[in-house]
């Protein structure tokens, strides 16, 4: 691109930057400081407006930049991920959303400890979600590094990191100044201005080809290299047996996972009912629908009007495959059509990453202060000291993100949340189904199910291709991988549900039949809900 092209991309960035800023410092004006504004907005806000905020916080890149990659450059197993990430929300919607809206107050772990020992069912969960915020915030710092990396060469590595520090930087000032209330607008801004550019661009490449869908897929698989097989599974995850289980693994995680995300269950707690709850999701299905389904035309497009070996000449994981698309439909690389459109649609997508690890790290920051904090200190902490630790813990899941982000510039962002989605499905989803559902549950079965869970899958990714013995691995140098799949959903999710029950059948504690009757009806009718 040419420096002028640049300088307008960076214009939009900065005006962005600046409209959120501009209202992380409105909001900071009007809050008076309660763990109930920093961590729920004061639960204030309507169905409408909270049903685009969860949309805008699950819309991350991974969404907008890795799927349309994928699809770009592997067809067929690339729309796993689309459809992965919507069927997700029917269990949200049925299982989950109104129930935890009832049942809790600020984090996941106010569900569980509801019934069982508070202080060893909080360290858990806390680490937990700690664990699963700082691997979903790695995706989105690569995905900021490449765009930037797009925008200014791919040389740019200087660039690219210290983009990296920014938007780390960047978030810690979103929620330590402004809370889960900035979070929120800043989310809402970001939803409306993807769903805009997403269907600008679906627009200009279905005119491209007259409204044909079947004849967009057809060039797709003739510019793809492999023929029909573009179109149909096996590309990716067809070779052999491991690559077939690490398929239903990762659709395991997928369905499963957003379930246990903590900065999705937090955002039904800036709603004030759980009727509100509901009807949040039910926005948000109706959006996230709409723009998964987009993504499938974004990801043929780019494969059939850009072609999958420049795609993958940009960006070997296929992360810049929806600007590529944008510069090619406004006319063409070094045309000013192109770049304006370019520019816009990167300009979206980095604000599509600002807003969500701003989400991410409010949760993480809320499970330190609310579950970590208040229980290393023994006695409930007073509020105004939780929100405090708080903002400092923002600071340090920042720099963790930063650090780790830097370290896995070059994997795709769309496979990088399924690996957190693995996490979120192995460690959280058991407990939270458990403490639901299962009268009989303890507090040994729920801190066994979180641990249970939560360590297999980190080992597994750890001791996986992921890391070593590949040439796409972040070590590529080193082979110390053990487990053959690259996602551990497969064997940690069953783990999860397994270590919760031999945790509860082997504990001597006597289930409290009051509490699990009182939760039971909170949960149902509200009855008592905060």
Same mark, same amino acid.
């Given at each position: 691109?040419?420096?002028?092209?640049?300088?307008?991309?960076?214009?939009?960035?900065?005006?962005?930057?600046?409209?959120?800023?501009?209202?992380?410092?409105?909001?900071?004006?009007?809050?008076?400081?309660?763990?109930?504004?920093?961590?729920?907005?004061?639960?204030?806000?309507?169905?409408?407006?909270?049903?685009?905020?969860?949309?805008?916080?699950?819309?991350?890149?991974?969404?907008?930049?890795?799927?349309?990659?994928?699809?770009?450059?592997?067809?067929?197993?690339?729309?796993?991920?689309?459809?992965?990430?919507?069927?997700?929300?029917?269990?949200?919607?049925?299982? %989950?959303?109104? &129930?935890? #809206?009832?049942? @809790?107050? *600020?984090?996941?772990?106010?569900?569980? /400890? =509801?019934?069982? !020992?508070?202080?060893?069912?909080?360290?858990?969960?806390?680490?937990?979600?700690?664990?699963?915020?700082?691997?979903?915030?790695?995706?989105?710092?690569?995905?900021?590094?490449?765009?930037?990396?797009?925008?200014?060469?791919?040389?740019?590595?200087?660039?690219?990191?210290?983009?990296?520090?920014?938007?780390?930087?960047?978030?810690?000032?979103?929620?330590?100044?402004?809370?889960?209330?900035?979070?929120?607008?800043?989310?809402?801004?970001?939803?409306?201005?993807?769903?805009?550019?997403?269907?600008?661009?679906? %627009?200009?490449? &279905?005119? #491209?080809?007259? @409204?044909? *869908?079947?004849?967009?897929?057809?060039? /797709? =698989?003739?510019? !793809?290299?492999?023929?029909?097989?573009?179109?149909?599974?096996?590309?990716?995850?067809?070779?052999?047996?491991?690559?077939?289980?690490?398929?239903?693994?990762?659709?395991?995680?997928?369905?499963?996972?957003?379930?246990?995300?903590?900065?999705?269950?937090?955002?039904?707690?800036?709603?004030?009912?759980?009727?509100?709850?509901?009807?949040?999701?039910?926005?948000?299905?109706?959006?996230?629908?709409?723009?998964?389904?987009?993504?499938?035309?974004?990801?043929?497009?780019?494969?059939?009007?850009?072609?999958?070996?420049?795609?993958?000449?940009?960006?070997?994981? @296929?992360?810049?495959?929806?600007?590529?698309?944008? /510069?090619?439909?406004?006319?063409?690389?070094?045309?000013?059509?192109?770049?304006?459109?370019?520019?816009?649609?990167?300009?979206?997508?980095?604000?599509?990453?600002?807003?969500?690890?701003?989400?991410?790290?409010?949760?993480?920051?809320?499970?330190?202060?609310?579950?970590?904090?208040?229980?290393?200190?023994?006695?409930?902490?007073?509020?105004?000291?939780?929100?405090?630790?708080?903002?400092?813990?923002?600071?340090?899941?920042?720099?963790?993100?930063?650090?780790?982000?830097?370290?896995?510039?070059?994997?795709?962002?769309?496979?990088?949340?399924?690996?957190?989605?693995?996490?979120?499905?192995?460690?959280?989803?058991?407990?939270?189904?458990?403490?639901?559902?299962?009268?009989?549950?303890?507090?040994?079965?729920?801190?066994?199910?979180?641990?249970?869970?939560?360590?297999?899958?980190?080992?597994?990714?750890?001791?996986?291709?992921?890391?070593?013995?590949?040439?796409?691995?972040?070590?590529?140098?080193?082979?110390?991988?053990?487990?053959?799949?690259?996602?551990?959903?497969?064997?940690?999710?069953?783990?999860?549900?397994?270590?919760?029950?031999?945790?509860?059948?082997?504990?001597?504690?006597?289930?409290?039949?009051?509490?699990?009757?009182?939760?039971?009806?909170?949960?149902?009718?509200?009855?008592?809900?905060?």
């Amino acid at each position: 691109m040419t420096t002028e092209h640049q300088a307008l991309a960076l214009v939009l960035f900065s005006t962005f930057i600046a409209v959120t800023l501009g209202i992380t410092t409105w909001v900071s004006r009007n809050r008076h400081g309660s763990a109930e504004e920093f961590y729920a907005g004061g639960r204030l806000f309507s169905p409408l407006e909270n049903g685009f905020a969860i949309a805008g916080d699950y819309m991350s890149a991974a969404s907008f930049l890795g799927i349309s990659g994928l699809i770009a450059l592997f067809g067929y197993d690339g729309m796993l991920y689309s459809v992965g990430f919507l069927v997700a929300w029917l269990v949200v919607l049925f299982l %989950v959303a109104e &129930l935890v #809206r009832n049942c @809790g107050r *600020f984090t996941l772990a106010d569900v569980v /400890a =509801a019934r069982m !020992s508070e202080r060893p069912v909080r360290i858990a969960a806390g680490t937990s979600s700690v664990t699963v915020s700082v691997l979903y915030l790695i995706a989105q710092m690569v995905g900021a590094g490449s765009l930037v990396g797009l925008l200014l060469g791919n040389s740019s590595t200087a660039a690219r990191t210290w983009t990296v520090i920014g938007v780390g930087a960047l978030m810690v000032v979103y929620v330590s100044f402004g809370g889960m209330r900035a979070t929120t607008w800043i989310q809402i801004v970001k939803a409306v201005l993807l769903m805009g550019g997403a269907i600008t661009l679906t %627009v200009l490449v &279905l005119i #491209r080809f007259h @409204g044909d *869908f079947n004849q967009l897929l057809t060039r /797709a =698989a003739e510019r !793809s290299g492999h023929g029909a097989a573009f179109l149909g599974p096996g590309l990716r995850y067809g070779g052999d047996w491991t690559a077939r289980f690490d398929f239903i693994s990762l659709g395991l995680a997928l369905v499963l996972g957003t379930a246990g995300l903590p900065h999705i269950l937090s955002r039904f707690y800036t709603v004030p009912t759980a009727r509100a709850a509901r009807r949040s999701v039910v926005w948000a299905i109706a959006l996230i629908g709409g723009f998964y389904l987009m993504t499938i035309v974004l990801g043929f497009g780019a494969a059939a009007l850009v072609g999958p070996d420049a795609v993958r000449a940009s960006n070997a994981s @296929g992360n810049t495959a929806v600007p590529l698309l944008a /510069a090619f439909l406004g006319g063409g690389a070094g045309s000013t059509g192109g770049a304006v459109l370019f520019a816009v649609v990167a300009a979206i997508a980095f604000a599509t990453i600002l807003a969500v690890v701003a989400g991410i790290t409010l949760a993480s920051s809320a499970s330190v202060a609310h579950d970590l904090y208040a229980s290393l200190r023994r006695r409930r902490a007073r509020q105004r000291s939780e929100v405090a630790v708080a903002r400092v813990a923002a600071v340090g899941i920042g720099a963790v993100a930063i650090a780790l982000g830097l370290l896995a510039q070059d994997l795709n962002v769309a496979f990088l949340v399924g690996l957190a989605f693995a996490v979120a499905a192995s460690a959280n989803l058991p407990v939270l189904m458990y403490s639901l559902f299962w009268r009989g549950f303890t507090t040994r079965g729920a801190v066994w199910s979180v641990y249970g869970g939560l360590v297999p899958a980190v080992l597994l990714v750890v001791f996986s291709p992921v890391v070593s013995g590949s040439p796409d691995a972040l070590f590529p140098g080193v082979d110390f991988h053990l487990f053959p799949l690259q996602n551990p959903g497969i064997v940690s999710i069953p783990l999860g549900f397994l270590a919760g029950w031999l945790g509860t059948v082997t504990s001597g504690e006597v289930p409290d039949a009051a509490k699990h009757a009182e939760t039971e009806v909170r949960a149902l009718t509200g009855a008592g809900a905060v």
